[in-house]
């Protein structure tokens, strides 16, 4: 029933925001701006590029809501918006090798204020662990992040990104294998410690 009213509730501004109604439009950023930032984060790993990649594709979800069907999510559609405008930015910037920066301040900041050895083993596992993920492909990165950190459903994945079922679950497998590899080739037997 939560579902339901929900649903109905964000069926009413999406209607508001195809209007061009500034609530409407405030709902939809509020409700899908981390989720959308976390798609671009991923595969771009650059904060500007991540926000200009998001601000792009909130635009262009805006100007082409009158024609969105809702034959899907408008989650898993504006979802699949920032995928291509991320991909895009990758291809005519070449920023394929470009360096990690902290996701959000608050990690820094949640960070700093842990103490003790299990913070510092936490920090160390999440570096060990972005390391690892950096050989992944971008498109692969978004489909751990989206399915191992998001609870993304492997359906839901594959309207994201466009991809079969089949696809999606060997990409996993021969991501968590290739995982296990360089945590192994770094960490030895202590990566039994790590996952």
Same mark, same amino acid.
């Given at each position: 029933?939560?579902?339901?009213?929900?649903?109905?509730?964000?069926?009413?501004?999406?209607?508001?925001?195809?209007?061009?109604?500034?609530?409407?439009?405030?709902?939809?950023?509020? &409700?899908?701006?981390?989720?959308?930032?976390?798609?671009?984060?991923?595969?771009?790993?650059?904060?500007?590029?991540?926000?200009?990649?998001?601000?792009?594709?909130?635009?262009?979800?805006?100007?082409?809501?009158?024609?969105?069907?809702?034959?899907?999510?408008?989650? &898993?559609?504006?979802?699949?918006?920032?995928?291509?405008?991320?991909? &895009?930015?990758?291809?005519?910037?070449?920023?394929?090798?470009?360096?990690?920066?902290?996701?959000?301040?608050?990690?820094?900041?949640?960070?700093?204020?842990?103490?003790?050895?299990?913070?510092?083993?936490?920090?160390?596992?999440?570096?060990?662990?972005?390391?690892?993920?950096?050989?992944?492909?971008?498109?692969?990165?978004?489909?751990? &992040?989206?399915?191992?950190?998001?609870?993304?459903?492997?359906?839901?994945?594959?309207?994201?990104?466009?991809?079969?079922?089949?696809?999606?679950?060997?990409?996993?497998?021969?991501?968590?294998?290739?995982?296990?590899?360089?945590?192994?080739?770094?960490?030895?037997?202590?990566?039994?410690?790590?996952?």
């Amino acid at each position: 029933m939560a579902g339901a009213q929900k649903n109905k509730q964000e069926d009413r501004f999406l209607k508001k925001a195809a209007q061009g109604n500034r609530e409407g439009l405030e709902y939809l950023v509020n &409700t899908y701006k981390n989720l959308a930032y976390t798609v671009a984060i991923t595969i771009l790993r650059n904060r500007e590029d991540a926000e200009e990649v998001v601000q792009d594709a909130f635009i262009k979800a805006f100007a082409s809501l009158k024609g969105f069907k809702k034959s899907s999510k408008f989650s &898993t559609w504006l979802y699949r918006i920032v995928y291509n405008c991320a991909l &895009t930015k990758i291809a005519s910037r070449k920023i394929m090798n470009a360096s990690l920066e902290e996701v959000s301040s608050h990690e820094k900041n949640s960070n700093a204020e842990n103490k003790g050895w299990d913070a510092l083993r936490s920090h160390e596992k999440r570096k060990y662990i972005d390391r690892a993920m950096d050989r992944l492909s971008p498109e692969d990165r978004l489909l751990f &992040t989206l399915h191992y950190v998001r609870g993304k459903t492997i359906s839901e994945i594959g309207n994201i990104m466009d991809l079969k079922r089949s696809a999606i679950k060997m990409r996993l497998l021969r991501g968590r294998k290739q995982l296990k590899i360089e945590l192994e080739s770094v960490l030895g037997n202590e990566v039994k410690n790590l996952l």
